[in-house]
Nanobody
Framework: VQLVENGGGSVQAGGSLRLSCAVFGYDISIFCMGWFRQAPGKEREGVAIIHTDGSTRYADSVKGRFTISQDNAKNTLYLQMNSLKPEDTAMYYC???????????????????WGQGTQVTVSS
């Protein structure tokens, strides 16, 4: 199983980026998928997750600005990020788990598989 993120970069505040996470080795339609981020000196935090039934959860700090989605035909997870703020600067990781646990934004330890991360930098 391999998760490969792309799409990070440097943007000015108010700009947009779309992250992608290509998944190799299993069918993402039967897995819980999520995006997490970690800024220097801070703990990893949940950004958004999408369950197998299509339901989603977002961190309060990104609600209304970020959208998580997945394309099962392409086996790819996305994170559309709009109205970016300097505080969104972090390394962003996609994560996946094939179980049926009570996944949440505050439970990164429940996700078995992780990508290598992609850096997002937002300047003011």
């Amino acid at each position: 199983v391999q998760l490969v993120e792309n799409g990070g970069g440097s943007v000015q505040a108010g700009g947009s980026l779309r992250l992608s996470c290509a998944v190799f080795g299993y069918d993402i339609s039967i897995f819980c998928m999520g995006w997490f981020r970690q800024a220097p000196g801070k703990e990893r935090e949940g950004v958004a997750i999408i369950h197998t039934d299509g339901s989603t959860r977002y961190a309060d700090s990104v609600k209304g600005r970020f959208t998580i989605s997945q394309d099962n035909a392409k086996n790819t997870l996305y994170l559309q990020m709009n109205s970016l703020k300097p505080e969104d600067t972090a390394m962003y990781y996609c994560a996946a788990d094939p179980g049926s646990l009570d996944y949440g934004l505050d439970t990164p330890a429940l996700f078995r598989y992780w990508g290598q991360g992609t850096q997002v930098t937002v300047s003011s």
